[in-house]
């Protein structure tokens, strides 16, 4: 019973998964740089919304490292957040960002 229970313990304690992107600078002001761990081979969707849930940003990523992405107007000041799908809808992270302007 002991050794399944820290067995258990052990595999949901390490099997958090990394980060596939990192987000910078943040607070953001005119660029955000979504930068992937890798090269990646998949293709990735990312999508970006207001706090309000509007959809600010929807745009396929394919085979780079970093996506750099221009505030335009329409990005006033305050917290945004991201999706970033695979290339059949399921999410594989989320996150938020800061735009200061």
């Known amino acids: 019973y002991w050794k399944s229970l820290a067995d258990s313990l052990t595999t949901n304690y390490f099997d958090v998964k990394a980060k596939i992107a ?12 979504f930068e992937f761990n890798q090269a990646t081979e998949k293709n990735y969707i990312l999508q970006i919304f207001s706090f309000t849930g509007k959809k600010m940003y929807d745009q396929p990523f394919m085979n780079g490292k970093i996506s750099t992405i221009t505030l ?30």
């Not at 990192?22 to 955000?32: F, G, Q, S």
């Not at 000041?77 to 200061?100: A, H, M, P, W």
């Open 72 to 101: 335009g107007n329409d990005f006033f000041r305050g917290i945004y957040y991201y999706k970033l799908s695979d290339n059949i809808g399921r999410v594989v992270e989320t996150g938020k960002f800061q735009v200061v302007k």
């Open 22 to 33: 990192k987000v910078y600078p943040n607070p953001a002001t005119t660029i955000v740089n």
